[in-house]
């Protein structure tokens, strides 16, 4: 082989190298700007989503309530087996009517009925923070009825009670409270009777709150208002209830409506 020829081959081993070093240059910059440009789509699909996102939590805030009724007056029954109906049904018992009463009149109503039969004041003490995972206007307290059958101390139930009324007033500040009273039954002595009636007062006077002193006025005791185990209302009984409660709740939705 010539010198020459040697020359030439090594000049074409030597553009062969620097072309392939060239593409591969190339190959690594373009590489290099598909993942620019990939990694700024994903940051700004990132920040979008995140805008969303926020925009989404500020819409689903509470808003206050407004002439209009653009958001409904949000009514909560937390009690025992007189508000779930005992044996006749949520859709019979007392909240169900009260709710057809709000249905008649102008505004945005909601009725949850979360009444649980056999609940005692400790029990509702335990639930009540799952119930307060929904918003609530107007919280009707009914409880008591079950320690009074069972002869639990007055001072328990008292403490149960309150225990209720700071974890709403906590947990939801704006909620108004409107506590219903209980009777003993007249088999537990004179003085229980008396301290189990006289506990109901004493927290609506120490809370200020708005207070029913029985919710079974006019209804316990009467036969034909009550189931056979004459402690549970009738349908009828409901509807007494109802009509005997609703001159409470009327003035604190009144208020609310204007807000």
């Given at each position: 082989?010539?010198?020459?020829?040697?020359?030439?081959?090594?000049?074409?081993?030597?553009?062969?190298?620097?072309?392939?070093?060239?593409?591969?240059?190339?190959?690594?910059?373009?590489?290099?700007?598909a993942q620019t440009t990939y990694q700024v789509q994903t940051q700004s699909?990132?920040?979008?989503?995140?805008?969303?996102?926020?925009?989404?939590?500020?819409?689903?805030?509470?808003?206050?309530?407004?002439?209009?009724?653009?958001?409904?007056?949000?009514?909560?029954?937390?009690?025992?087996?007189?508000?779930?109906?005992?044996?006749?049904?949520?859709?019979?018992?007392?909240?169900?009517?009260?709710?057809?009463?709000?249905?008649?009149?102008?505004?945005?109503?909601?009725?949850?009925?979360?009444?649980?039969?056999?609940?005692?004041?400790?029990?509702?003490?335990?639930?009540?923070?799952?119930?307060?995972?929904?918003?609530?206007?107007?919280?009707?307290?009914?409880?008591?009825?079950?320690?009074?059958?069972?002869?639990?101390?007055?001072?328990?139930?008292?403490?149960?009670?309150?225990?209720?009324?700071?974890?709403?007033?906590?947990?939801?500040?704006?909620?108004?409270?409107?506590?219903?009273?209980?009777e003993a039954p007249p088999n537990m002595g004179q003085e229980y009777t008396?301290?189990?009636?006289?506990?109901?007062?004493?927290?609506a006077e120490k809370n200020d709150l708005p207070f029913m002193p029985f919710?079974?006025?006019?209804?316990?005791?009467?036969?034909?208002?009550?189931?056979?185990?004459?402690?549970?209302?009738?349908?009828?009984?409901?509807?007494?209830?109802?009509?005997?409660?609703?001159?409470?709740?009327?003035?604190?939705?009144?208020?609310?409506?204007?807000?």
């Amino acid at each position: 082989m010539t010198d020459q020829t040697k020359r030439k081959g090594i000049l074409i081993n030597t553009l062969i190298v620097l072309l392939s070093f060239i593409s591969f240059q190339s190959q690594a910059q373009t590489q290099s700007q598909a993942q620019t440009t990939y990694q700024v789509q994903t940051q700004s699909q990132a920040q979008t989503q995140s805008q969303a996102q926020t925009q989404a939590k500020s819409q689903t805030q509470t808003r206050p309530h407004a002439q209009g009724h653009e958001e409904p007056i949000r009514i909560l029954f937390f009690g025992d087996s007189i508000t779930a109906g005992y044996e006749i049904g949520t859709d019979a018992a007392f909240p169900a009517v009260i709710e057809a009463k709000l249905d008649s009149l102008p505004g945005n109503y909601t009725v949850v009925n979360a009444g649980l039969s056999g609940e005692t004041s400790a029990g509702g003490l335990r639930r009540v923070d799952w119930i307060l995972r929904q918003p609530v206007d107007l919280f009707v307290l009914e409880l008591g009825g079950n320690d009074g059958l069972r002869g639990i101390d007055p001072e328990e139930t008292k403490r149960n009670l309150q225990g209720i009324i700071d974890k709403v007033q906590s947990t939801s500040p704006g909620t108004e409270i409107l506590l219903t009273g209980m009777e003993a039954p007249p088999n537990m002595g004179q003085e229980y009777t008396k301290q189990f009636r006289s506990l109901y007062r004493e927290l609506a006077e120490k809370n200020d709150l708005p207070f029913m002193p029985f919710i079974l006025e006019g209804v316990a005791g009467d036969p034909s208002l009550n189931l056979p185990d004459g402690i549970h209302p009738t349908e009828e009984g409901h509807r007494i209830i109802a009509k005997q409660l609703w001159p409470y709740i009327s003035p604190i939705i009144d208020r609310m409506s204007v807000r």
